[in-house]
């Protein structure tokens, strides 16, 4: 029997950019054209103002953590407990959900604040999730 | 809206309350809907307007044989039915109907006639939370607190007081499902569910539904019970993904919600003589403290850790147990109103004695949604 994958997300039109983005080894956000607001998740306008003018851009990968718990029961499929579910804070303003790897998994390691960067992890053909690690140096 | 112009004159909850394994969704919606009208003196044919929510309110209408003029199905999760509250105020006082039903029940525990809840793959949340394991309220609900904690010097204890004080609660609620009373040591002893969340810090999962009736408060003095009157109502919400939150130190939902609810209301902090406010998981008091201005965040953990909540506490809070110590089918904003509506009629059993006003504040899906109901039984 095969081990139960995790949850693969279907792109739709409008996140379609995101998911090449990532293909691609780029974290995309969008800026509006008319007021400056970067934000997430995608769409084609402006949360914030409304604008239709948009722009997709590559975001530098590097964010923070925000906050996150570390989940021991009951586990999604795919993941083997316990395993931290983060909200990392970008660079650029916008906050995501992710996973932090290369890290333990305790409070201890799991500080608030502490500097990620996003790595990339090829789930199939089409979808590449970004996942964050401990930023070197 | 304006002030006690409409009043509850019917409320039950289900005749049994915990593990329910022979009935169905619906009939426990149907059980809790024949309770209130009972309580009310009324027939299902006496309602004209009806709102539930997840269970869709034809559904329901049809199954109790009630022909509605006016109909609410908002959905927002646990506060839905607050919501209606609001709702069906504004109907009843728009003359859209005069005897409105509002509905819940959940299968929560035995999931007999209950449909699955999934997030669709190609919902912003399938695409943007799921892939990273979230599964299930107890691993995301939780995922703001430990920022909030950072941000105002909240300790672990703090936050596993507002399980002891609920218990002891619910120590004095026949119906309550847990009652033996616990220490914060044992709190933090139980098993880890979602760092920094154990089980004693997670509602329970039970089966149970209540319903309430409501119509205008001039025809309320013409029903069997005590009148419980509409002083003041709030309702919001801000996003289905937790990780989209504006912030983690409060809750947007909460803090339009609630302001809202004491405006109408005309009250201030220190006119409220009984509190509930929706419990999921043990941080929920502490935001909603905060956010509904009672006091600053930073003081919320001392505040609970103190005793200032427990029975004999200057503010009584989630009186019945909560949803961690009382029941919770899933949806539990009315097993709050429902107490609320006790302590106004004083025959809740853990009466707050010459209560007069409570205020009842609830939450939908992760920090979603937000709806407060403040009741009084002085007109």
Not at chain 1, 91 to 115: F, Y
Not at chain 2, 200 to 216: E, F, R, W
Not at chain 2, 313 to 324: A, H, I, V
Not at chain 2, 337 to 347: A, K
Request: hydrophobic fraction near 40%; charge should be neutral; include cysteine.
């Amino acid at each position: 029997m095969a081990e139960a994958a995790r949850a693969r997300p279907i792109p739709t039109p409008e996140t379609q950019h995101f998911w090449d983005g990532t293909k691609a080894g780029e974290l995309r956000l969008q800026r509006c054209d008319a007021c400056a607001h970067t934000y997430f998740p995608p769409r084609p306008f402006c949360p914030s103002c409304g604008s239709r003018k948009v722009s997709v851009f590559p975001s530098s990968g590097k964010a923070t953590l925000y906050s996150y718990v570390i989940n021991h029961r009951p586990a999604a499929p795919g993941f083997t407990p316990p395993y931290a579910i983060a909200v990392v804070e970008l660079e650029e303003g916008p906050r995501m959900m992710s996973n932090i790897i290369d890290c333990p998994q305790t409070p201890e390691a799991l500080e608030l604040d502490m500097k990620l960067e996003v790595a990339f992890d090829k789930l199939d053909d089409e979808i590449t999730l970004p996942l964050f690690r401990p930023a070197k140096g | 809206m304006r002030r006690n112009q409409v009043a509850v004159v019917g409320a039950a909850e289900t005749t049994k309350l915990g593990v329910i394994p022979d009935m169905s969704q619906i009939q426990l919606h149907a059980d809790a809907a024949l309770n209130a009208i009972a309580d009310a003196g009324l027939k299902p044919s006496d309602i004209d307007g009806i709102a539930t929510a997840v269970e869709t309110p034809q559904q329901i209408a049809h199954y109790l044989g009630i022909t509605p003029t006016w109909v609410d199905g908002t959905s927002v999760g646990g506060c839905s039915f607050m919501l209606h509250v609001r709702h069906a105020a504004a109907a009843i006082e728009a003359g859209l109907c005069k005897t409105v039903l509002i509905t819940h029940a959940e299968s929560g525990k035995s999931m007999i006639g209950k449909p699955p809840r999934s997030i669709p793959a190609y919902s912003l949340q399938g695409q943007f939370e799921a892939p990273f394991g979230v599964y299930g309220p107890p691993s995301m609900f939780p995922i703001p607190v430990l920022r909030f904690m950072k941000t105002y010097g909240i300790t672990h204890e703090q936050i596993a007081s507002v399980a002891v004080a609920q218990r002891e609660w619910a120590a004095k609620n026949p119906r309550a499902m847990m009652k033996a009373p616990i220490t914060v040591e044992d709190v933090l002893n139980s098993r880890m569910i979602a760092y920094p969340f154990r089980l004693l810090q997670c509602c329970l999962v039970t089966d149970g539904g209540g319903a309430l009736i409501l119509t205008s408060a001039d025809r309320a003095k013409d029903f069997p019970q005590k009148p419980v009157y509409i002083l003041g109502t709030g309702e919001s919400v801000e996003t289905p993904m937790v990780s989209q939150m504006e912030t983690f130190n409060s809750s947007r939902a909460f803090k339009v919600a609630g302001p809202t609810a004491f405006k109408e209301a005309g009250i201030s902090h220190k006119d409220v003589d009984h509190l509930m406010i929706y419990d999921a998981f043990a941080h929920l008091p502490l935001y909603g403290l905060g956010d509904l201005g009672f006091m600053p965040y930073e003081e919320t953990g001392k505040f609970i850790a103190d005793g200032n909540t427990r029975p004999g506490g200057k503010l009584p809070l989630n009186t019945n147990g909560g949803g961690l110590s009382y029941m919770h089918s899933g949806m539990y904003g009315m097993y709050a109103l429902q107490e609320s509506v006790r302590q106004m009629r004083g025959i809740a059993p853990a009466q707050v004695e010459g209560a007069k006003i409570s205020v009842c504040h609830g939450v939908g899906g992760m920090f979603a949604a937000s709806g407060t109901i403040i009741f009084t039984n002085e007109r």
